[in-house]
């Protein structure tokens, strides 16, 4: 198995310096207020650390996101979503980020050990910050997206944590927001040969282990928060996915909404679009959903 993910290592460092390049062309808004590093884990690793945003101009009682990166698994950090952070904080919500290890170094089981364990200090974090706790969406993106997910189902199944091995944080969240999400790591596709691999199983061989599919996940979920899921025409790597996830949240009956982009203005909008250009007509279109969505469903 080292033979792929020195392949995909290849890939994703290819990926990583695009992303960078992009990023240093790009303009955070004004007015936000950024705290760095803020450690989870007690361990000292410097992938278990924490970034928040917000407003310098509030009311001391923020709606609060916690976004998580994406990168395929095997790239990225807290950094990653910078700028999408930053619009989403501008439009007066606290922004929590998070870090967490990577494959191969550790398992996708390991990444989301590693978010649950950022949501017990983001939930102590939340009291020396202007949040709002009862008002919390949870998001993510691509990786991020099934990270997210699984943390949401989680959050409401004490037999899959304890199946999983988690501790319950104590967070509830008002709705989720999944965008892209590859949540199907275990199924007969090219990504399912790649999900099995980040979960160190052979790549070319299903793997017999549960819940790595979402599907798998559902009958155990309980009642799940309002669900938002994003995907677009020029979306090749999780399109499909996306819409899958889609079919089966609705399929059990659960609370789900799909945003879907086709071709705005004749082009195909890539994968995770509105978290790689957030300052763009359509990024802006889609943050402005995704605020509308979390905003209808704050508790009163």
Known sequence: MEFWYRLFGVMWKITEKADERTRSRQTLPPGITVVRGIPYGGDGDLYHLCNAYYPEENDGKLPVIIDIHGGGWMY????????????????????????????????????????????????????????????????????????????????????????FGLEDPGLSYSC????????????????????????????????????????????????????????????????????????DLQGNRRNAELLYYGKPEGARLPHVFAVQKPDSPMGRDCLDKICAFFRAHIPE
Not at 100 to 127: G, H, W
């Open 76 to 163: 990225g950090d807290r950094d990653s979503s910078v700028l999408y952070d930053s619009f989403l904080a501008s439009r007066g919500f606290l922004v929590f980020s998070m870090s967490y290890r990577l494959v191969p170094e550790v398992t996708a089981l390991d990444q989301l050990c590693d978010v649950n364990s950022a949501l017990f200090a983001i939930r102590e974090k939340m009291k020396d910050l202007p949040c709002d706790p009862e008002k919390i969406m949870l998001t993510g993106d691509s990786a991020g997206g099934m990270l997210a997910f699984y943390t949401a189902v989680l959050a409401r199944s004490p037999f899959l944590r304890e199946r």
């Open 176 to 247: 989720v927001t999944l965008t892209s999400p590859v949540a199907y790591m275990n199924d007969r596709s090219l990504m399912g040969s790649y999900g099995r691999l980040m979960w160190r199983e052979r790549p070319f061989r299903k793997a017999r282990k549960s819940y790595m599919n979402a599907n798998e996940l559902l009958p155990h979920a309980g009642e799940l928060p309002p669900m938002l899921l994003i995907t677009s025409a020029g979306d090749v790597v999780a399109r499909t996915q996306t819409m899958k996830l889609y079919r």
